[in-house]
C-alpha cells in the first residue's frame, strides 16, 4: 500500500480514524462524493453503502479502500446524537470490504444533498 496512516503523538488518537496518512505512492485518485442511490432513508445503511460505493471506484481505478489516504463525509442536519449510526455504517461497510483501515476523515454537516432522499455523501483521495 501507497498510505500509511499514523497519529502523532501530540494529538488525541481518534478510534474512528488516524490523524495522518504518509502518501510514498506515485498515482492520486480523486473519488467523487458517493451517495446511496437504492438503500432506504436510513444513515448507517447510506454510510455503510457510500463506502462501498468508494471501495468500488477505488478498484475500476486499481486500488482498494486501503489506499484511501482522506476521506470527507457530509451528512445532512447533522447532530452529535447522529454519531451511533454513522459509526455503525462505518462498522459494517469495513466488515464488507474486509478492511481496518481508518483514515483521517472530516465530517462536515450541510443542510441538503443532491435529493432530499440522500442522508450522508463520501468522498475519497487516495494514493496508489
Known amino acids: 500500500m501507497a498510505v500509511t496512516l499514523i497519529n502523532a503523538p501530540e494529538l488525541p ?3 474512528v480514524y488516524h490523524q495522518v496518512a504518509i502518501a510514498s505512492g506515485t498515482k492520486l485518485v480523486f473519488v467523487a462524493g458517493q451517495v446511496a442511490w437504492d ?32 476521506l470527507t463525509c457530509y451528512v445532512v442536519d447533522w447532530t452529535p ?20 483501515a481508518k483514515p483521517p476523515a472530516t465530517l462536515i454537516g450541510v443542510a441538503a444533498l443532491d435529493v432530499p432522499e440522500h442522508l450522508v455523501e463520501v468522498e475519497a483521495t487516495a494514493v496508489l
Open 81 to 100: 446524537d447522529k454519531m451511533p449510526d454513522l459509526l455503525a455504517g462505518i462498522a459494517r461497510a469495513a466488515e464488507k470490504l474486509g478492511t481496518t
Open 13 to 15: 488518537e481518534i478510534d
Open 39 to 70: 438503500t432506504e432513508p436510513d444513515l448507517a445503511a447510506q454510510v455503510e453503502q457510500c463506502y462501498v460505493n468508494v471501495a468500488t471506484a477505488l478498484s475500476a481505478a486499481g486500488g482498494s479502500f486501503g489506499d484511501v489516504a482522506k
